[in-house]
């Protein structure tokens, strides 16, 4: 039987409606009950409100790799850390191969193409390039995304004038912690690039990275900064520390599976219309974990060979999963 492909707005009960004034207590109790309290409750919100059985699928191009001038701990393209990860900083991507690759991701099934550079900041120079490859990818019937560091109002509105559907830039962890990952730019800088995307009525694309050496308090922070913004960001990507050679963060502790998969639980459940993207660190989960994953809620995936710079599943492998699992891509 072909059920709950389409969403059903009739299928359950409850209403869980849309909060914008959630508690750090609240947020913190989510968090404490008992797992599969959790999961039931993540799955429930998740019926009320999506297709039980879909999941999006995004793929990922670094149009713009290496020799950033940020210092995020976590991440393999900071300049800062060159010598010890080997990464070569690269050009911008010329236009027609950035469409090639589009074309690849698109016969492949993926719906949107996210394009993300290892810049600090957009600068005027380049924005010509790139409303032309966001014109060029929404021509081939793809959903567009950029991740290209902060933003001024000019460049904003240059880019929804292009077309642009999403544009990702992450919070990351919480406040407090997040002066020990990144030093080179304040939370209120993120939060004031957020705001320009989001008042140009770009949709926004934000979420953060677990995995960081956080506690459970910075999870639910960073949580709570997403649900109780003006509007919830309609994706929400929740990445699990891919761990780099030669970053800061290469040799940490990894944090507890059941934890990441609470994490995704507890965001579906504090922004019930959003999609919630399981992203980065799917190539070392296992099948059930990532089961687990889709259970509490999360409903889209990076897909494709690889994410900016690191391994992420083949698309074989995920293509097998869902065939498992009954699970239809959109
Ligand atoms: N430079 C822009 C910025 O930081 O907003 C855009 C590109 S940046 C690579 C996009 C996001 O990738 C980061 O905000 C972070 O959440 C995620 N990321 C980077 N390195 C990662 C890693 N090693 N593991 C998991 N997520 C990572
Ligand atoms: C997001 O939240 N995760 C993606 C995307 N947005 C840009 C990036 C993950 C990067 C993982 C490390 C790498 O491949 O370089
Ligand atoms: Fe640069 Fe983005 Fe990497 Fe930070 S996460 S170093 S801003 S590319």
């Known amino acids: 039987m072909d059920i709950a492909y389409e969403h059903d707005p009739a299928s359950t009960d ?10 750090r207590q609240e947020v913190l109790d989510l968090f404490e009950q008992p ?24 793929q990922l191009l670094s149009i713009k790799t290496g020799g950033c001038a940020e210092d995020c701990a976590y991440c393999p393209q900071s300049a800062r850390y060159r010598e010890e990860t080997g990464l070569k900083a690269e050009p911008l991507m010329a236009l027609d191969a950035v469409l090639a690759e589009a074309k690849k991701a698109k016969a492949n099934g993926a719906s949107r193409f996210c394009m993300g550079a290892a810049w600090r900041r957009l600068k005027d120079r ?15 019937g793809l959903e567009t995304c950029v991740t290209l560091g902060m933003l001024e109002d000019h460049q904003v509105e240059r880019l929804k004038a292009a077309g642009l559907d999403y544009y ?11 002066g020990k990952i990144i030093t080179t730019r304040t939370y209120a800088d993120r939060l004031e690039t957020l705001e320009r995307v989001r008042a140009a009525g770009i949709n926004v694309c934000c979420g953060g990275i677990v ?12 949580l709570l900064t997403l ?62 974990m990532q089961a687990l994953c889709f259970l509490a809620g999360a409903n889209s995936i990076f897909y494709g060979e690889k994410l900016l710079t690191t391994p992420n599943p083949d698309a074989n492998r995920d293509l097998e999963l869902f065939e498992r699992l009954g699970l239809k891509a959109s």
């Open 14 to 23: 409850t209403v869980f409606p849309l909060r914008h004034d959630w508690t």
């Open 35 to 58: 797992f599969l309290e959790l999961i039931f409750a993540a799955q429930s919100v998740h019926r009320q409100h999506h297709a039980a059985n879909r999941v999006q699928l995004s």
């Open 126 to 140: 380049d924005l010509d390039k790139i409303t032309a490859m966001i014109e060029g990818v929404k021509a081939l």
């Open 168 to 178: 990702n830039h992450n919070i990351d962890t919480s406040e407090a912690y997040y």
């Open 211 to 222: 995995g960081l050496g956080e506690g459970r308090t910075d999870r639910a922070e960073m």
């Open 227 to 288: 649900a109780t913004m003006e509007s919830h960001p309609r994706s929400v990507p929740i990445n699990m520390l891919v761990r780099v050679r030669g970053t800061p963060l290469a040799d940490g502790e990894d944090l507890d599976p059941i934890e990441f998969v609470r994490t995704i639980a507890v965001a579906r459940i504090l922004m019930p219309e959003s999609v919630v993207r399981l992203s980065a660190g799917r190539e070392t989960m296992s099948d059930e």
